[in-house]
């Protein structure tokens, strides 16, 4: 079975500051990895996913996650805070095959000026 | 915007109803996944339809059940709503086939409250 652990349920940086938003799964099989971020009163939005393909994987909005086999993580990272990433992040795994995502408790992203 | 549609945004009942949920994925997604929510129990899979049939069940209670019409759009039961039912509902969809890198797009979420 897949799990994803998120380390923090609240995070805060000052803006310009540098964000890193931890994520470990757990996984028998190879997995698929997807960051998702949800703005207040919105759905769930893609910010990156890992397949396979490339270790360090770089999303929307200046966000980029390193894919860490010997450590399965694969933590969520931007070289420097702005207002406006403030929102709930969510990592999820999904195993091969037809399985859902299995997500992360989320982590609250605050942003101090 | 995702391209996926839910109706309604808000919802507010009672306990003992039954409400539907309806979602519509993004043109020429076969895949339907219903997700909650909810504080406590944070974000659960619930249930996934590709292309009419059902592919996978998750935390679902028996009180609820979906389908999915020819039109690909989905529909989630909730019965017999209890307090506890108040949550966020979503709806994912994603691409054509069953791969495991497809990545989902969700819904703007039902927001359902029961009192």
């Not at chain 1, 195993?95 to 992203?109: D, E, Q, W, Y």
């Not at chain 2, 949550?87 to 927001?111: D, I, M, N, V």
Request: aromatic share 12%; glycine share 8%.
């Amino acid at each position: 079975a897949q799990s994803v652990t998120q380390l923090g349920s609240h995070v805060s940086v000052s803006e310009g500051a540098l964000v890193l938003l931890r994520c470990n799964y757990s996984s028998s099989v190879p997995p698929y990895l997807f960051w998702y971020v949800q703005y207040p009163n919105q759905g769930l939005q893609l910010l990156l996913k890992y397949t396979s393909a490339a270790t360090l994987v770089k999303g929307i909005n200046g966000f980029e996650a390193e894919f860490k086999k010997s450590e399965t993580s694969f933590h969520l990272t931007k070289p420097s805070a702005h207002m406006s990433d403030a929102a709930e992040y969510f990592c999820a795994v999904r195993a091969s095959g037809n399985t859902p995502l299995v997500f992360g408790k989320g982590t609250r992203l605050s942003v101090i000026a | 915007d995702s391209g996926v549609t839910q109706t309604p945004k808000h919802l507010i009942t009672a306990t003992g109803q039954r409400v539907t949920l309806r979602c519509s994925p993004r043109s020429g997604d076969l895949s339907v996944y219903w997700y909650q929510q909810s504080l406590d129990q944070g974000l659960q899979f619930l249930i996934h339809y590709y292309n009419g049939e059902e592919r996978a069940k998750g935390n679902i209670l028996e009180r609820f059940s979906a389908q999915q019409f020819p039109d690909l759009h989905s529909e989630l039961n909730l019965s017999s709503l209890e307090l506890g039912d108040s949550a966020l509902y979503f709806c994912a969809s994603s691409p054509k086939g069953t791969g495991s890198s497809y990545e989902q797009y969700f819904g703007p979420g039902t927001r359902l409250t029961v009192t």
